[in-house]
């Protein structure tokens, strides 16, 4: 089964090993959503839950309500980057929403063999994760302001420069604040794991390789616990 998430809707379709399709249809991308889904789902005549893969591209937290309700019941699911799908299929994102999802779905069948299947990383590397993306978010907040602020200057626009200056100043340090509240929040819940604890060490010990990288390599690998990454550590 393939699925385009998108941030208010799934295009979804479903099709068996010699790429015939079987369902097609849009939902809400939200619990109910996945209720009609399943009921759809269900009205197939061999569907299973353990002998389909549901494969998507990975959109971060929109991806949360097929995960939330589909994997506590049992399903196979498979997240992929948006770029691996695109490159291993040799072809461009399709016109539709319904086109990306039939694409999604094809991949799925021609790559099983690859497949990866998402797990509930521990509590603790969950945390982390979420207060990782809440960091981008807050730096790309802070950027902007910095970045008007510049353009400003480049311009010679020196009023609008200034009154920029005046009426961001306390929203970019308070910015900024935050930011470093979450980075310390990140710290101390990677201090309490000794597993994240040591993969971060050990990491960091390797030239070039700063905190950031270290972090998104850990939770971009589940703290080295996901297939691919069990060569790198030996496992």
Not at 48 to 53: A, F, K, P, Q, W
Not at 59 to 79: E, R, V
Not at 80 to 91: D, E, F, M, N, T
Request: net charge positive; hydrophobic share 40%; glycine share 6%.
């Amino acid at each position: 089964m393939g699925t385009d998430i998108g941030k208010k809707t799934n295009a979804v379709c479903v099709i068996d090993a010699l790429e015939n399709r079987k369902l097609e249809l849009t939902i809400p991308n939200s619990k109910a959503g996945m209720e009609t889904l399943l009921k759809q789902l269900e009205k197939l005549p061999d569907f299973g839950l353990e002998t389909t893969l549901f494969c998507m591209e990975y959109t971060g937290i929109y991806c949360q309500p097929i995960i939330n309700f589909f994997y506590p019941i049992g399903a196979n699911l498979w997240l992929q980057s948006a770029v691996h799908i695109k490159r291993s299929l040799g072809l461009t994102r399709g016109k539709t929403d319904k086109a990306d999802a039939r694409l999604i779905a094809k991949y799925c069948i021609r790559h099983q063999r690859d497949q990866r299947l998402f797990k509930l990383a521990d509590s603790v590397l969950a945390t982390v994760r979420q207060l990782a993306q809440q960091r981008e978010r807050l730096m790309e907040m802070a950027k902007a302001f910095t970045d008007l602020s510049q353009d400003y200057q480049a311009m010679g626009l020196l009023a609008e420069f200034k009154l920029h200056q005046q009426t961001s100043e306390v929203a970019l340090v308070g910015l900024q604040k935050q930011l470093k509240l979450v980075e310390a929040q990140i710290e101390r819940h990677i201090k309490a794991s000794p597993e994240l604890k040591s993969n971060m060490d050990l990491l960091l010990s390797i030239p070039g390789v700063g905190r950031q990288t270290a972090l998104f390599m850990l939770i971009f690998t589940s703290n080295f616990t996901a297939p691919a990454a069990r060569p790198l550590f030996g496992r």
